[in-house]
């Protein structure tokens, strides 16, 4: 074969390569991984040796790699970018030494710049991947922003629509009680009206600060102090359980800026939350510490733990792995609220069968004050 039969051949292969990946590009719908998986069979076939020819493909920090490209030999590396950003890297090479001209003449000029055109190619489906990547998780953050704003008008049409017919019912029910002229069983059954109108009171307060209904009351605050309140009385109840409380506080703890009644809330809500989590006992500890401008209130528990697919649904509104009836799924959605109101965040780790950590981090001083 002479040397423009030759030349003839290598161009064709080439121009086989560019036409190969544009239809990969096509049928693959800015399926990246698709789009590089199928570059790396079509790459080598381009090479002036495609027997020997291997192929690495490096798209953010993501590795592509034919089986034999760990043997290659000096491969030639072009870069993956658009401008000053960069993706990544294209090498090819081959896995076996090659000798004399073959070596001198390793990678002809044609082939370094088809190189550079898939290279280039490459870079702009990356582009391409990542835009559409963003369009569609602003596109979920819209319609979960449209799902809570919903979410928050009904509860607070909820809240209101109930507060005057319980306000009614706990207010006779004291009276009654106040009368003194009942038996031992009506007594009870008032008692027990009294305590289901205030535990209905409280799920309702839930509701009102889910959908910011409640005003906030700013004041210095210290959390070694809601701590101690708080655990003193949990405690003592859930003791006969066999679920021990623990207190690691900071001595030092500087005080914060928030409301002492939400702070509370959300104390009550992640212990709460770790005693549903350990059906057969077992430790809550309660942490504070300082966090350079932050204070951090930690509850560690026990428990069960949670999966990686109900970890990712916890702060959603009224979702609940409780049985029906033993939880509003309003707990978590309530202390998330409450603590991106206060200019925090929340840290959450668990693993199945080992327990759960929730970490609430507070700004010292919130903004503007």
Same mark, same amino acid.
Request: overall charge positive; glycine content about 6%; charged content about 25%.
């Given at each position: 074969?002479?040397?423009?039969?030759?030349?003839?051949?290598?161009? /064709?292969?080439?121009?086989?390569?560019?036409?190969?990946?544009?239809?990969?590009?096509?049928?693959?719908?800015?399926?990246?991984?698709?789009?590089?998986?199928?570059?790396?069979?079509?790459?080598?076939?381009?090479?002036?040796?495609?027997?020997?020819?291997?192929?690495?493909?490096?798209?953010?920090?993501?590795?592509?790699?034919?089986?034999?490209?760990?043997?290659?030999?000096?491969?030639? =590396?072009?870069?993956?970018?658009? &401008?000053?950003?960069?993706?990544?890297?294209?090498?090819?090479?081959?896995?076996?030494?090659?000798? &004399?001209?073959?070596?001198?003449?390793?990678?002809?000029?044609?082939?370094?710049?088809?190189?550079?055109? /898939?290279?280039?190619?490459?870079?702009?489906?990356?582009?391409?991947?990542?835009?559409?990547?963003?369009?569609?998780?602003?596109?979920?953050?819209?319609?979960?922003?449209?799902?809570?704003?919903?979410?928050?008008?009904?509860?607070?049409?909820?809240?209101? %629509?109930?507060?005057?017919?319980?306000?009614?019912?706990?207010?006779?029910?004291?009276?009654?009680?106040?009368?003194?002229?009942?038996?031992?069983?009506?007594?009870?059954?008032?008692?027990?009206?009294?305590?289901?109108?205030?535990?209905?009171?409280?799920?309702?307060?839930?509701?009102?600060?889910?959908?910011?209904?409640?005003?906030?009351?700013?004041?210095?605050?210290?959390?070694?102090?809601?701590?101690?309140?708080?655990?003193?009385?949990?405690?003592?109840?859930?003791?006969?359980?066999?679920?021990?409380? /623990?207190?690691?506080?900071?001595?030092?703890?500087?005080?914060?800026?928030?409301?002492?009644?939400?702070?509370?809330?959300?104390?009550?809500?992640?212990?709460?939350?770790?005693?549903?989590?350990?059906?057969?006992?077992?430790?809550? =500890?309660?942490?504070?510490?300082?966090?350079?401008?932050?204070?951090?209130? =930690?509850?560690?528990?026990? &428990?069960?733990?949670?999966?990686? %697919?109900?970890?990712?649904?916890?702060?959603?509104?009224?979702?609940? =792995?409780?049985?029906?009836?033993?939880?509003?799924?309003?707990?978590?959605?309530?202390?998330?609220?409450?603590?991106?109101?206060?200019?925090?965040?929340?840290?959450?780790?668990?693993?199945?069968?080992?327990?759960?950590?929730?970490?609430?981090?507070?700004?010292?001083?919130?903004?503007?004050?």
């Amino acid at each position: 074969m002479n040397t423009a039969d030759i030349k003839l051949k290598e161009r /064709v292969k080439e121009l086989k390569c560019l036409y190969d990946l544009s239809k990969i590009a096509w049928e693959a719908d800015n399926d990246l991984n698709a789009i590089l998986t199928k570059t790396l069979a079509i790459l080598p076939q381009a090479m002036q040796y495609p027997e020997v020819a291997e192929v690495c493909i490096v798209a953010n920090k993501t590795h592509y790699a034919t089986k034999g490209f760990s043997k290659c030999h000096h491969p030639m =590396t072009t870069t993956l970018g658009i &401008g000053k950003k960069k993706y990544g890297t294209i090498q090819i090479g081959y896995r076996v030494p090659l000798k &004399g001209k073959k070596a001198k003449y390793a990678f002809l000029t044609e082939e370094k710049n088809l190189v550079r055109i /898939v290279a280039r190619e490459l870079s702009l489906f990356i582009k391409r991947a990542a835009i559409e990547e963003d369009k569609q998780k602003l596109e979920m953050q819209l319609q979960h922003s449209e799902r809570l704003a919903f979410v928050g008008e009904l509860s607070a049409g909820i809240a209101h %629509e109930l507060n005057e017919p319980l306000g009614r019912i706990l207010g006779f029910a004291q009276l009654i009680k106040k009368t003194g002229a009942l038996d031992e069983q009506n007594e009870s059954d008032i008692e027990r009206i009294i305590k289901a109108s205030l535990y209905t009171r409280e799920i309702i307060k839930k509701l009102m600060i889910f959908s910011r209904q409640m005003p906030r009351q700013i004041n210095a605050v210290n959390l070694n102090t809601i701590v101690s309140n708080i655990l003193y009385f949990i405690d003592i109840r859930f003791q006969s359980r066999g679920i021990k409380m /623990v207190e690691k506080l900071d001595p030092h703890l500087p005080q914060i800026q928030a409301d002492e009644v939400q702070m509370s809330q959300v104390l009550v809500n992640l212990i709460t939350n770790a005693i549903h989590a350990m059906t057969r006992g077992g430790q809550i =500890t309660v942490t504070t510490k300082r966090k350079k401008n932050h204070v951090s209130l =930690t509850v560690n528990d026990t &428990g069960t733990g949670m999966l990686p %697919e109900v970890r990712k649904k916890i702060f959603e509104p009224f979702y609940s =792995t409780k049985p029906v009836g033993q939880g509003t799924g309003l707990g978590l959605s309530v202390v998330l609220g409450i603590v991106e109101d206060h200019k925090g965040k929340i840290v959450v780790s668990s693993t199945a069968g080992k327990g759960s950590k929730f970490e609430v981090l507070l700004p010292l001083k919130q903004n503007g004050k």
